[in-house]
């Protein structure tokens, strides 16, 4: 395990309901992240959060909500998904912003599936 | 603009064989590469870095890999697979132009046979 623990593994869900990811650490990073992994393509990285705050959003829709309440907590709120949006949504967090020397640590995902 | 490639989708070997996953990067600037690897139904693990010391790398698991400027090649070794060493494998590049950034590789996927 490597300490970013990611909740629920598995959602589906319908166009029209909205549900939350969350993820937790217990690192003592500073800085999280949320990625979108699907099929042949590259990881996506959506958002950035450093100290709480967020500093990138990579022209992510609306639909994908996040919130950072604390260094320990992300979560990414789900509204109105399409079905493109089925995909494995992998949480990360690294001590301070990825840089030359510092290295993400990885939760196991939330395998979503928009019906 | 810097990117990664990873020029194979697809690699199978056999248990015991040697692994080569190859990855070329494009930098303007002295770039960190990294390796990871993802198993199936887990996030991706930081199996080695390279940071401007030395070289040639030594990860985890027997992995290494050879950073080369000449060639902008980063590739993943392995003297011997194992059948736990079926995963995806991720070549990452980190770099300071326009502000740190990581791009991450279409990744590998790697199959051992018995």
């Known amino acids: 395990e490597t300490g970013v623990t990611q909740t629920p593994r598995h959602l589906v869900m319908g166009m029209t309901n909205k549900k939350s990811l969350k993820c937790e650490q217990h690192?003592?990073?500073?800085?999280m992240y949320w990625y979108k992994q699907s099929a042949k393509k590259p990881l996506e990285l959506m958002f950035v959060y450093n100290f709480k705050e967020q500093t990138e959003n990579n022209s992510v829709p609306s639909r994908f909500s996040p919130e950072c309440p604390n260094s320990s907590h992300l979560f990414l709120h789900l509204h109105t998904l399409q079905p493109e949006d089925s995909a494995l949504y992998l949480c990360?967090?690294?001590?301070?912003?990825?840089?030359?020397?510092?290295?993400?640590?990885f939760g196991q995902g939330t395998r979503l599936t928009v019906v | 603009a810097q990117s990664v490639t990873q020029l194979d989708s697809h690699v199978s070997v056999s248990e015991g064989t040697p692994v080569l996953l190859r990855c070329n990067y494009s930098?303007?600037?002295?770039?960190?590469l990294f390796w990871y690897v993802q198993h199936p139904n887990k996030g991706l693990q930081l199996l080695l870095k390279?940071?401007?010391?030395?070289?040639l790398v030594k990860g985890i698991n027997g992995f290494e890999a050879e950073f080369k400027k000449s060639e902008t090649s980063f590739h993943l070794t392995k003297p011997s697979a194992h059948m736990s060493d079926a995963a995806e494998y991720f070549c990452?590049?980190?770099?300071?132009?326009?502000?740190?950034?990581?791009?991450f590789g279409a990744g590998t996927r790697l199959f051992v046979k018995a």
């Open positions: 390279y940071t401007s010391a030395a070289t």
């Open positions: 990452v590049v980190s770099d300071l132009e326009g502000g740190f950034k990581t791009i």
């Open positions: 990360a967090s690294s001590q301070d912003l990825l840089s030359r020397n510092t290295e993400a640590f």
């Open positions: 690192l003592g990073h500073n800085a």
């Open positions: 930098s303007s600037y002295s770039p960190s």
